[in-house]
């Protein structure tokens, strides 16, 4: 076990750790400051100390957790021996689930004796669609133009953010209405997500369904005041340890202030500078009123990560006017491409040559390389994996919630279960078949999958079923073997079976087997995992018909996840361990992830996705949070002053996390040939205007 004392070099953070002197702490500072570790001594302590009870560890996503999990593994520790790590979402459901005799006493449900049947964020949207489309077909919603499960995706999320703000869900519509300045006609669009929301709320009362928004609400109106629940709580936990509450909504932090008062020990653990969730509810404003209900306030400005000269550069990216950058201090921490690109593809060819030319020095190919991106594109991705991988180089990607369609791996076990059910009655195009063969036959490509299948009805694309190969002198005998063995196996499936069972076979049986693409990868078995704890969930909340008839309850999920299912996050032991050489990730997904590397490549400083919210016409986070006042209208410039704000977080938060130097990439023309020149580039430019000012100057 690691020596983590050793590790812990400032009196702030020896006294965060101290257990007995400051038990009740609230310790803030800039990411890479030595918080967390901080905390994982002060979790040992706890851990090797007798007589001291147990421990909850709270973070406000699972991934933020893995620095605890390592700990308990070098301890020889398993998770809920004397610590618990959880989510507060996490611990909620829990909650309700094992005191739903408290909660259901409150008569709220219409069957308040049945067991609820909890929502994901895919199960949610199936229900949003049962009531929205109804409110589509009759004319309702038609001054937004959205794809169906975006616009089901913001009304949930209009729901979710009444529960973790704290106002009924039924001023949702009132509160967007208020603030919004623009054609009268858009007013009406607040009614009918109002009217959406109020029958989703009745459907799930009616029918025991506990979305997330609904389980907030009951713990914190009906288990939380619960004497018997408190006493539990209370017997459970003796200790709290709260990591990044910067990233939690306010209704998390009214429970934890609350709670402070009857624990051991408390440490609270804040990021100045932070709450890059704060489109799912994030109030760092509200965390840092937990200061005032602890013992004692600790603040760090150490920083154990980046070098002196980058949070220079921080510094004058915080304020460029008073700044005076030296042109060494441009050199030491900011590189450029060689020469100026016009295109895209230009960009992505001189990004390799960087990482070349870094892997080749001294010591190279131990450092981790980070390409950010405003958004990381499919095509994007698919062509730094290919060219990065043809390398050598070993490459992570971390995903935004989007489309489960938008996986290939998933894309294919899902058009192969439509050939496995022909009762479902869904076609697949013609093109789609032939891609999906190529994603599942090793050494198969486009043109012969076309061969394989033959010819088609041009006026009827469409396929029922994979066909009997066609044989030519074109296509290796062994390519037929292997198609003849996945069409047999689709063939003599039961359309019966479970939908999990049957994908859990088609990739045990068939498609990771050797001559076919899912051989030896990991990422491939990662996906159709999700696939099918994604099916699982969904098929827990269906109604009762639907989920005893199994053939029903597939093609319910089938059906939902071709109308463009947006994924929760799923994430698995292998997913936070892996080891990479290169991270490729939207940028908010690696501030979240708050994992240092040595070098960052900024792509697309030009775009003005480096600071600008996401067009999202039936929702706004801001005006649905606790810091706006109800009423007041949100102006041009409230969102400039957003930006600005959200720029400067953005910046301050990837400097921090960086320990060697940024690369600041732009073209001419973007992935979509249009010209960008948003403010991170200004920022830029003046950064090296005052550079040029200075030296000239001396």
């Known amino acids: 076990m690691k020596d983590r004392s050793a590790q812990i070099p400032t009196n702030s953070q020896q006294q965060a750790a101290d257990l007995f002197d400051h038990p009740s702490i609230f310790f803030s500072g800039p990411a890479s400051s030595g918080k967390t570790n901080a905390a994982l001594l002060r979790l040992q302590n706890i851990l090797t100390t007798a007589n001291q009870g147990s421990a909850l560890v709270l973070v406000p996503q699972r991934s933020l957790a893995e ?15 004397r610590v618990s790590i959880q989510t507060m979402s996490s611990l909620v459901r829990r909650m309700i689930s094992l005191f739903w005799p408290v909660v259901s006493s409150h008569q709220v449900f219409k069957h308040p004796y049945e067991a609820p049947r909890f929502l994901t964020l895919e199960t949610s949207q199936y229900y949003m669609a049962q009531i929205v489309r109804p409110m589509i077909d009759q004319g309702r919603f038609n001054n937004v133009t959205l794809p169906p499960f975006r616009l089901y995706s913001q009304i949930i999320d209009n729901l979710n953010k009444s529960a ?63 004497q018997t629940f408190q006493k539990y709580i209370s017997n459970q936990f003796a200790h709290l340890i709260y990591d990044n509450a910067e990233e939690d909504p306010p209704y998390v932090h009214d429970i934890v202030s609350q709670w402070l008062p009857g624990l051991k020990s408390a ?18 404003l509200s965390s840092l009123t937990l200061a005032k209900h602890c013992q004692y306030s600790l603040v760090t400005t150490a920083n154990f990560v980046s070098s002196a000269p980058l949070q220079e550069l921080r510094n004058c990216f915080q304020d460029i006017r008073s700044c005076q950058p030296s042109q060494v201090l441009i050199r030491q921490t900011i590189g450029f491409p060689a020469k100026r690109l016009r295109f895209f593809p ?23 390389i980070a390409i950010l991106a405003p958004y990381v594109s499919d095509s994007l991705r698919f062509s730094l994996t290919h060219n990065l991988e043809s390398l050598g180089l070993k490459v992570s990607i971390q995903k935004p919630s989007s489309s489960l369609l938008q996986d290939s791996v998933i894309k294919t076990l899902v058009l192969l279960s439509k050939f496995a059910h022909p009762v479902w009655k869904m076609p697949v ?35 029922n079923s994979l066909p009997e190969p066609v044989i030519s002198e074109r296509i290796p005998s062994e390519l037929i073997e292997r198609y003849k063995v996945l069409r047999e196996w689709l063939l003599s499936t039961d359309s019966n079976e479970p939908l999990d069972s049957f994908l859990s076979r ?9 001559g ?115 009423g007041k209208q949100w102006t041009a410039d ?39 020149r948003g403010q991170l580039l200004t920022l830029f430019q003046n950064l090296f205007r005052k550079a040029i000012r200075s030296q000239n100057e001396r």
């Open 164 to 226: 973790l703000v704290g106002f009924p869900h039924t001023e949702i519509g009132q509160r967007l209405s208020s603030a919004f300045i623009g054609d009268a006609s858009r007013q009406n669009v607040f009614k009918d997500v109002q009217e959406a929301v109020n029958q989703f709320r009745d459907y799930c009362l009616a029918n025991n369904l506990v979305d997330y928004s609904l389980q907030v609400e009951l713990f914190c109106q009906f288990l939380w005041p619960n």
């Open 506 to 514: 088609l990739f045990g049986e068939v498609l990771s087997q050797p």
């Open 67 to 81: 620095p605890y999990h390592l700990l308990l593994r070098e301890m020889n520790l398993s998770e809920g021996e």
């Open 346 to 368: 230009e960009l992505l060819e001189e990004l390799i040559v960087q990482i070349g030319e870094i892997r080749a020095n001294p010591g190279g190919k131990d450092k981790k």
């Open 429 to 463: 195009s013609f093109l789609d078949t032939a891609v999906a063969l190529t994603n599942s036959i090793a050494g198969l490509d486009l043109n012969r999958a076309h061969l394989i299948l033959g010819s088609f009805d041009q006026l009827n694309p469409y396929l």
């Open 267 to 284: 440490l609270i653990i804040h990021d100045d500078q932070a709450g890059y969730r704060s489109f799912l509810g994030a109030d760092p």
């Open 516 to 630: 076919f693409q899912f051989e030896g990868k990991v990422q491939a078995g990662t996906s159709t995992a999700v696939l099918m704890e994604s099916f699982q969930k969904f098929s827990l909340s269906l109604d009762q018909r639907l989920h005893v008839d199994q053939n029903l309850a597939s093609l319910a999920f089938i059906e939902a996840i071709d109308s463009g299912l947006i994924s929760a996050l799923y994430l698995s032991d292998w997913d936070s361990q892996i080891d990479y050489d290169i991270l490729i990730a939207p940028v908010m997904s690696y501030l979240m992830r708050n994992e240092p590397v040595d070098y960052q490549f900024w792509l697309n400083i030009g775009s003005k996705g480096w600071y600008e919210r996401l067009e999202q016409p039936l929702t706004h986070p801001i005006v649905l949070s606790r810091n706006w006042q109800e």
């Open 638 to 676: 409230d969102e400039t002053a957003y930006n600005q704000a959200n720029l400067q977080r953005t910046l301050s938060g990837l400097l921090l996390r960086c320990k060697e130097k940024v690369f600041a990439f732009t073209s001419d023309y973007n992935e979509v040939g249009v010209e960008e």
